[in-house]
């Protein structure tokens, strides 16, 4: 981007001086809007809204800790480990209705998701006991698997569709934490 689409804008705050604000032409309209609204004191606005930013970011920072999980077979498990938040959990059937899943929802340093999905038992399990006594069932049959993905978008036919759309309305939750009432 080259200086010729910037327009400079500069503001005072007493305390600290002249600070300069490059405002891209594509984003002048919104500043205009801004400064219409605040009046005199665009400053004020600003610092609000450095505050609200600082604010949600630093939430979204506390709580990270190194998370050791384990993958694959129940016999054959193996640790990964990675620094994340744990923001949420998820039981229930897999789409095609086999399987009853649990699910450990993670934000990660970098900012992925990462979904520890455990096929626990199949779905017959619960609902017969029966079953139980049938040789494929005394097998050991829970599996675990990390997904882990950018974007929900990026991580969204690996999951069961229920779950998916608990991860979309944590993902809602995890990204505004506070919400700013200006009332």
Request: aromatic share 6%; no cysteine; glycine share 6%.
């Given at each position: 981007m080259g200086l010729d689409n910037i327009r400079i804008y500069t503001y005072n705050i007493r305390i600290m001086g002249n600070k300069t604000i490059y405002v891209s032409e594509k984003d002048e309209v919104l500043f205009n809007r801004a400064?219409?609204?605040?009046?005199?004191?665009?400053?004020?606005?600003?610092?609000?809204?450095?505050?609200?930013?600082?604010?949600r970011n630093e939430e979204k920072g506390k709580g990270m800790k190194e998370i050791t999980v384990k993958v694959g077979q129940h016999d054959s498990?193996?640790?990964q480990r990675f620094v994340g938040q744990e923001i949420g959990k998820w039981s229930g059937f897999s789409d095609d209705k086999v399987w009853w899943m649990s699910a450990k929802i993670y934000?990660?340093?970098?900012?992925?998701?990462?979904?520890?999905?455990?096929?626990?038992?199949?779905?017959?399990l619960l609902i017969s006991p029966t079953d139980w006594k049938a040789k494929e069932y005394l097998d050991h049959t829970s599996k675990t698997e990390l997904?882990?993905?950018?974007?929900?978008?990026?991580?969204?036919?690996?999951l069961p569709q229920k779950l998916f759309s608990t991860l979309e309305d944590l993902s809602k939750k995890y990204e505004n934490p506070v919400?700013?009432?200006d009332i």
């Open positions: 400064k219409d609204i605040a009046g005199e004191a665009l400053s004020s606005v600003i610092a609000r809204a450095l505050r609200e930013y600082v604010t498990a193996r640790e934000k990660t340093q970098k900012g992925n998701w990462a979904i520890l999905l455990t096929h626990v038992s199949k779905a017959t997904i882990v993905g950018e974007s929900l978008k990026a991580i969204e036919k690996k919400e700013y009432l």
